[in-house]
């Protein structure tokens, strides 16, 4: 069964790690239940998740967080066959990102900033997966 890795950004309708707790709990659950793994960046109200499964899980769940109503400007930036799963340690883990994490990422950090209409042109191929992986690494494996 070939797995696949899908990358989004999206931008919360209000509220920050409140908004996110209960998305997170309903993530690892239904996530464990149809073996799609992941992490989830939040920064100022903007999410940065990965998502990684086989094709039909992952698909099922992007179209959940799609409809999600706390959710707004949700924008696929890759989506890719992969080997193995690079986030499999978690059914969904999270790191909330200070200002001083977003300004070390570099310029993947305008994910964090850009107008979703600008946003496939600002930032660079493979960049979110790289900041993905960079905040993933010493992170518990719980979740």
């Known amino acids: 069964m070939a797995l696949t890795q899908w990358i989004y950004t999206s931008t919360l309708v209000h509220g920050g790690l409140d908004v ?35 094709e039909t899980e992952v698909q099922k769940t992007f179209q959940s967080i799609e409809m999600d109503t706390r959710h707004r400007s949700v924008f696929l930036l890759s989506r890719q066959t992969i080997a193995e799963r690079q986030f499999g340690a978690w059914t969904m883990g999270l790191r909330d990102l200070s200002h001083a994490d977003v300004q070390d990422a570099g310029a993947a950090g305008h994910l964090f900033d850009a107008n979703p209409a600008e946003i496939a042109s600002r930032v660079q191929p493979g960049a979110a997966l790289a900041m993905l992986l960079f905040f993933a690494h010493g992170m518990e494996m719980t979740g």
């Open 20 to 54: 996110i707790a209960p998305i997170l709990e309903t993530a690892r659950r239904v996530n464990a239940l149809r073996s799609v793994t992941g992490m989830l960046l939040h920064a100022n109200g903007y999410i940065l998740q990965v998502l990684e499964g086989e």
